[in-house]
């Protein structure tokens, strides 16, 4: 074991304060592809007006998406998904009527980071609720709170831990890359990775990444 | 009980991946002063200088912040404390070499909110930590991680959550205004906040506030 701790150096630790991860080298996992997830070709106008049907059959949107972490030259890197070399985002999706973000979460990291929804690899160990971002409208904006005018919000994403064993066999669609980011860049860099994945740092610096030898 | 739920439109609950915090409205608390903090008048020159012969002496300097909310127009707002029309900070400080996080935060909370360090209020309850800064240098720049090329870091800052019970006395140094401020007003505003401040609503992003009504 290597890397930063949390113990500060006049010898007064307070580990009970913070919680610490472990997390592995990136090639600690092996990465394949499989045949494309059909992507929605569709305007932001027909966005909106889809948005806007599911809101009137089933109320607000509810999104989940992983934090997933492994260790690179001595920094933590997260695991994001990039479509068509534009957007980068957390692995996730949205859940189904009556579905548990839990329930979902896992089968969204099956369908888009192993072999299938009911893939055969380990089970994906969800943790807990790192934050919540909330949009009052059907636009693109969105908020760490619940604005204080917002009546009926229309998304509420919530972003979980993942944590990976030391070892996993990651299954990705051919239209997807998906790429391992150092946290240092994702920092105060909202212009090239939007407002949930430059915000990750912030939601994850209550922990201490314990650097795993395998 | 009123207020913002985590409860989604369609039924899906999923309450057990969230955390609720209780807050009172502003209007609970009772608001009085005291005699003034000697402030440092110090140049940032003179700082840096005392900085770096308490880094010789003690180590890295572990400091510690509290994030206490009430609730004012039905959203959450910061307790915080504005020095001379300047700075606004998180009630906190330095701890001493020895001393833990949690004692520390207690005797800070006791000299600038309350009657003194021995205060006969009623106990601060402080709860988890939600994230950590970190200075690799004796400047004021901070990183919600450990920078990859950060040797020894010069300066920790964990802040922790901190619950208020329906009632209490703040009493507040002369020299100082205890202000509530709206999640809304610091979420991204570095600008008038700085760093800490400005990512506050990132780290409290998980919970769903509870307005309970006294």
């Given amino acids: ?6 113990v500060p150096e006049n010898g007064n630790s307070n580990r009970s304060s913070s919680s610490v991860i472990d997390i592995y080298p990136l090639s600690c996992y092996y990465f394949g592809s499989k045949g494309s997830i059909c992507p929605k070709n569709e305007t932001i106008a027909d966005r909106v007006l889809r948005m806007k049907a599911d809101y009137d059959a ?4 509810n999104c989940v998406a992983a934090v997933i ?36 979460l896992k089968r969204k990291l099956s369908s888009k980071l192993s072999v299938g929804e009911h893939g055969r690899g380990p ?9 919540m971002w909330w ?7 969105l908020y760490p709170y619940r604005p204080p005018n917002m009546k009926r919000p229309k998304e509420c994403t919530k972003i979980f831990l993942v944590k990976l064993p030391p070892s996993r066999r990651f299954i990705v669609p051919k239209n997807f ?10 920092y105060d860099n909202e212009e090239t990775y ?4 430059s915000g990750i740092p912030h939601l ?3 922990f201490t990444f314990n650097f795993v030898e395998p």
């Avoid at 939007?194 to 994945?197: D, F």
């Fill in 58 to 61: 089933h109320g607000m949107r």
């Fill in 123 to 131: 089970e994906w160990e969800v943790g807990e609720c790192l934050g």
């Fill in 177 to 186: 890359r998906l790429l391992a980011i150092p946290l240092s860049q994702l």
């Fill in 69 to 104: 972490a492994v260790e690179l030259f001595k920094h933590p890197h997260l695991l994001l998904l990039q479509e068509q070399n534009s957007i980068y985002k957390l692995p996730g999706g949205r859940s189904r009527p009556g579905e548990s973000d839990i329930e979902c």
């Fill in 135 to 141: 949009k009052p409208d059907f636009e693109s904006v």
């Fill in 194 to 197: 939007g407002q949930i994945l």
């Fill in 204 to 206: 994850l610096s209550k």
């Fill in 1 to 6: 074991m290597d890397g930063p701790r949390a």
